[in-house]
């Protein structure tokens, strides 16, 4: 792999082409295109490409996360929505806390929450972000308009 030179760090520079010869903007319109993802129903915007152990390109699914902040007379915990990973059925999604973990909630938990700012929910990313879960997470501000159809996508309904 190259290596540049910016000022006196020295970084790897990806290569421009994969083991087959394919640069990412290929594989991505090879990849996707008749059909959304299989693991996540999503499209190529959704994903990060890097090339794999094995030399060929590999797309990782994006989760879009908003990050919340319960109030006070609720303990003030950060919760993390997937507003695109399904609950228990398509008309809630899944969420995440440091105590209780992953489980369902509904959409009303937007009026009972308060958008959390980045110093608040490093903690909660940083260990989503890290084994065993391992998210590739695309923070968002707002739940995506399409929320719920990509919810019944996943769910196959």
Not at 55 to 62: D, L, M, R, S, V
Request: charged share 25%; hydrophobic share 30%.
């Amino acid at each position: 792999m190259k290596t540049k030179v910016a000022g006196n760090r020295i970084s790897p520079v990806p290569p421009k082409r994969d083991a087959s010869g394919r640069t990412a903007s290929q594989f991505l319109r090879e990849s996707f295109e008749f059909e959304y993802c299989s693991e996540c129903s999503q499209d190529a915007s959704n994903h990060t490409v890097v090339i794999g152990p094995t030399g060929h390109w590999f797309a990782y699914c994006k989760t879009q996360v908003i990050f919340r902040k319960w109030p006070k007379s609720e303990g003030g915990g950060i919760i993390a929505l997937f507003p695109c990973n399904p609950g228990t059925n398509p008309y809630n999604f899944d969420s995440y806390e440091h105590i209780g973990q992953h489980g369902a909630a509904c959409y009303d938990i937007i009026h009972r929450t308060k958008l959390a700012k980045p110093e608040e929910y490093a903690r909660l990313k940083a260990e989503l972000e890290a084994e065993p879960y391992r998210y590739h997470l695309d923070v968002r501000q707002r739940f995506p308009s399409n929320a719920i159809e990509i919810c019944r996508r996943k769910m196959g309904r």
